[in-house]
């Protein structure tokens, strides 16, 4: 992903809501959005890697990752979408998990990470240094640089955010999506300096990235309640914006689950 605001037991009935942009070279393969048969996660999936950039499992958890914008930052190290698959296939939960990773992270690309269950919250990264801390209740940003950082495009989806959470949304997401449409560029004294030109920084200022290369591969929205049950939405787009589809599955549906295991 490379950007996410999410509110975390800041909603009267949704304890995790997570709206993101995966930006991404068209050309990389990836699945869409499916309960994979291999393990037990619902998101899609990198086809050059094999892991996810956002997935959760039928028993609440979550789990998201971003790259961290630095030309000069080396890309050697483990693929940062087994970080997403591992924390989904594992039992720890989130806050051992932390600790746990506390001590590998640096072998891994550079990355920011969240990971979600029914009790906590957490957010890792690796750059400058390996870090851990507990996410507190309210509404949050992230995207390719620290947690919080108050990039524009992060700063704007985290406002709108609050203002659907402040005007009573529930179901309907409508308002969300839109959030994450969001194709306007920011205004080059909001621009950060990330090293890699004014150019550049200006098409990766808006929310949503419409190239013929490189661009907006999949926009996603996760609601998951207290007890561990609610939905996971992706909507897909090709070159130059083009819409190719959109999956909606349930999350912590029994059903489903049986149907799997026939």
Known sequence: MCLIAFAWHAHPRWQLLLVGNRDEFHARPSAPLARWADAPVIGGRDLEAGGTWLGVTDAGRCCVVTNVRDPHDSQSGISRGLLATDYLTGDADASRHARSLLISAANYRP????????????????????????????????????????????????????VWIDHGGDDDFA????????????????????????????????????????????????????????????????????????????????????????
């Open 111 to 162: 990355f920011n990470l969240l990971t979600f269950d029914a009790r906590d919250a957490f957010y890792l990264g690796n750059r400058p240094q390996p870090s851990a801390q507990v996410v507190t209740s309210g509404v949050h940003g992230l995207s390719n640089a620290d947690f919080n950082t108050p990039w524009p495009k992060t700063r704007n989806l985290m406002e709108r955010l609050q």
């Open 175 to 262: 308002p969300l999506f839109e959030a994450l449409a969001d194709e306007r560029v920011a205004p080059d004294a909001q621009l950060p300096d990330t090293g890699i030109g004014a150019e550049r920084e200006r098409l990766l200022s808006s929310a949503f990235i419409r190239g013929e290369r490189y661009g907006t591969r999949a926009s996603t929205l996760v609601a998951i309640d207290p007890h561990g049950h609610g939905v996971i939405i992706e909507r897909r787009f090709g070159p130059n914006g083009r819409f190719e589809g959109e999956s909606m599955l349930r999350i912590g549906d029994l059903s489903a689950l049986r149907q799997g295991s026939d």
